[in-house]
């Protein structure tokens, strides 16, 4: 699986858009980008995931590059329960179920 | 709610004791992970289950056992238990055994003194 690497840390105002970066240059091309989170000592939590096209759900935007050797996370309008971890995980997506989590990025979403 | 459910919330134990954590998936789904997070290592995979038979093996002790039952729950059994092993344990399901979409319980937080 492609190695990832995402900032420590970021902060965010509340209702603003926060846009978590990830870069995974070394992913190949049937390597999925996934994205989860986790509040506080609670379970992860699965955001999304995607292989090349942007992806939109009721939780977050995912972009792409075109090369794909990065992609954004994006919450378009954060809350202060969107405080976390959130983890950028790139794994083949029809090998093997095992989720290898990297060190994440903690958002702080400040009032 | 993940539906993902895991028994106890809360279990503190004494060194060199045995104790089993209990996982029950979401409905219909037929596999199940377990990880361990612990302050210096973080997440790591220990151990999947799809349908009752063991998938793929991680970072796992070979002091600390599973197993899927019929009804699809799960136990993860820790034995001789030393300090280091206290850490949140994690059950995660999903429907495929390849997929990456996993569904995380509660958690267990296991403290060993």
């Known amino acids: 699986d492609a190695k990832t690497t995402q900032p420590p840390s970021m902060d965010c105002a509340e209702g603003r858009a926060a846009n978590l970066p990830c870069n995974h240059s070394t992913i190949s091309g049937n390597e999925y980008v996934y994205w989860y989170r986790q509040i506080h000592s609670q379970g992860p939590q699965y955001i999304i995931h995607g292989l090349k096209n942007n992806e939109t759900n009721e939780m977050a935007s995912l972009i792409i590059t075109e090369d794909r050797k990065s992609s954004t996370l994006i919450l378009p309008h954060a809350t202060l329960r969107d405080t976390a971890v959130y983890y950028c995980i790139v794994r083949v997506g029809n090998q093997g179920g095992k989720l290898i989590f990297g060190q994440g990025t903690e958002l702080s979403v400040k009032p | 709610d993940s539906g993902v459910t895991q028994t106890p919330k809360h279990l503190i134990t004494a060194t060199g004791q045995r104790v089993t954590l209990r996982c029950s998936p979401r409905s219909g789904d037929l596999s199940v992970y377990w990880y361990q997070q612990s302050l210096d290592q973080g997440l790591q995979f220990l151990i999947q289950y799809y349908n009752g038979e063991e998938r793929a093996k991680g970072n796992i002790l070979e002091r600390f056992s599973a197993q899927q039952f019929p009804d699809l729950h799960s136990e993860l059994n820790l034995s001789s238990l030393e300090l280091g092993d206290s850490a949140l344990y994690f059950c995660?399901?999903?429907?495929?055994?390849?997929?990456?979409?996993?569904?995380f319980g509660p958690g267990t937080r296991l403290t060993v003194t």
């Open positions: 995660a399901s999903a429907f495929s055994p390849l997929g990456g979409e996993q569904y």
